[in-house]
């Protein structure tokens, strides 16, 4: 089961590009993005050049027992030690999967980038990352109504925030089995 290996995460490659954008682009993922269109992929290879240019973006791969799990994001300003995070799952990933991709990129944003806080934006129909982030031990700080259209419905925008120091007093970050690299 992937969930008794070690997961670690590094930092995306080139050869990771099409892999990302097939996962982003399947409708399994798709159907929870805040812009559900197709990405094209002159627009993904924009993307790519720009997180390259850009020193406050991690853009990663969590892998664990020889599959790649998924993709994880953190956007931090230049004076900042919080950070904004995005991340979805190989759609064919085993399940577990999400969790196991939410505790290695949390130890890596709170242990390796030094982060003192980590934020999120969850779309009110999205059941699953509400459950997970809930599990990961974020706290709602804030509802957004009807913030965010898609086609002719508004729904509303949750917002949540983990600190470093309930990340580690909740001792997911110890004694897991899930090493970072």
Known sequence: MVLADPAH???????DLEQILQWRNDARTRKFMFNQEPIEVHAHKAWSRKVKACDQKFVGIVEAAGL???FVQFET???STVADW???KNPDAPRGA???IGI?????AFHTMGLQKVCARVLDFNLPSIAMHKRLGFVQEGLLRAQHRLGDLSYDVICYGLLSREWRAANL??????EVN
């Open 104 to 108: 290695c990129a949390l130890n890596h």
């Open 77 to 79: 300003n230049k004076t």
């Open 9 to 15: 995460i590094r930092a995306i490659t080139e050869q």
């Open 68 to 70: 790649t799990l998924g």
């Open 98 to 100: 999400g969790m196991l």
């Open 173 to 178: 970050a110890k004694g897991d089995g899930h």
């Open 86 to 88: 995005g991340f979805y």
